[in-house]
């Protein structure tokens, strides 16, 4: 079974500081890993996605995810924290099925920016 | 392009009552998802429709939900009776059709429906 696990329920930063928000996975076969981000009062909006291609991911927003397979992460980061970033962020492996595929979450990590 | 669109956004009932969710995915989309997140859990899948077929249904927490998508197109989520523990945000995304054996992985969520049982 797949699986991911962020760590930290909660992040806060400084507006210009360094966002760094953890996913490790857990999968038996080359994962696919997402990064989808909530803004209050809105649904789900994908920032980022790795497909096997390059191990180095660039999203919306100025976010990015290096997938690492020897420490099974990928973490999102962006090297400048906005107040527009705050929101909910979660991380997501899609586990293929015959004619589809069901995203496995993780619990979310809320990130807050101070002024 | 229309994204994804739920109904009703919020919807508070009394323990024992029945309550209908809509999804309307996409146009065009094919797969159609639904995902429930509990307060303080994660997201979880629920079941996935392929057109008007069920492609898995392995997510539902057991008969008190039943979803339909007639026609292939907009789904419905009912939960009778409702119970307390089935509070949460009931979230809808589609994907495009599938092509042979490829299947196209990037999920459109709409906005959520937060029930509340009272």
């Known amino acids: 079974a797949q699986s991911v696990t962020q760590l930290g329920s909660h992040v806060s930063v400084s507006e210009g500081a360094l966002v760094l928000l953890r996913c490790n996975y857990s999968?038996?076969?080359?994962?696919?890993l997402f990064w989808y981000v909530q803004y209050p009062n809105q649904g789900l909006q994908l920032l980022l996605k790795y497909t096997s291609a390059a191990t180095l991911v660039k999203g919306i927003n100025g976010f990015e995810a290096e997938f690492k397979k020897s420490e099974t992460s990928f973490h999102l980061t962006k090297p400048s924290a906005h107040m527009s970033d705050a929101a909910e962020y979660f991380c997501a492996v899609i586990q293929f099925y015959n004619q589809g595929g069901k995203l496995i979450f993780g619990q979310g990590t809320e990130l807050s920016v101070k002024p | 392009e229309a994204g994804v669109t739920q109904f009703p956004s919020h919807s508070v009932i009394e323990k024992g009552q029945t309550v209908t969710l809509r999804c309307d995915p996409i146009?065009?989309?094919?797969?159609l998802y639904w995902y429930r997140r509990v307060m303080g859990k994660e997201i979880k899948f629920l079941l996935h429709?392929?057109?008007?077929?069920?492609?898995?249904e392995s997510g539902m927490p057991n008969n008190r939900f039943l979803a339909e998508r007639t026609g292939g197109t907009y789904s419905t989520l009912k939960v009778q009776p409702a119970e307390l523990e089935d509070s949460g945000v009931y979230f809808c995304?589609?994907?495009?059709?599938?092509?042979?054996?490829?299947?196209?992985?990037?999920?459109?969520f709409g906005p959520g429906t937060r029930l509340t049982v009272t």
């Open positions: 995304a589609s994907s495009r059709r599938t092509s042979g054996s490829r299947v196209d992985y990037e999920q459109y």
């Open positions: 999968s038996s076969v080359p994962p696919y």
């Open positions: 146009s065009g989309h094919d797969n």
């Open positions: 429709f392929v057109k008007e077929s069920k492609q898995d």
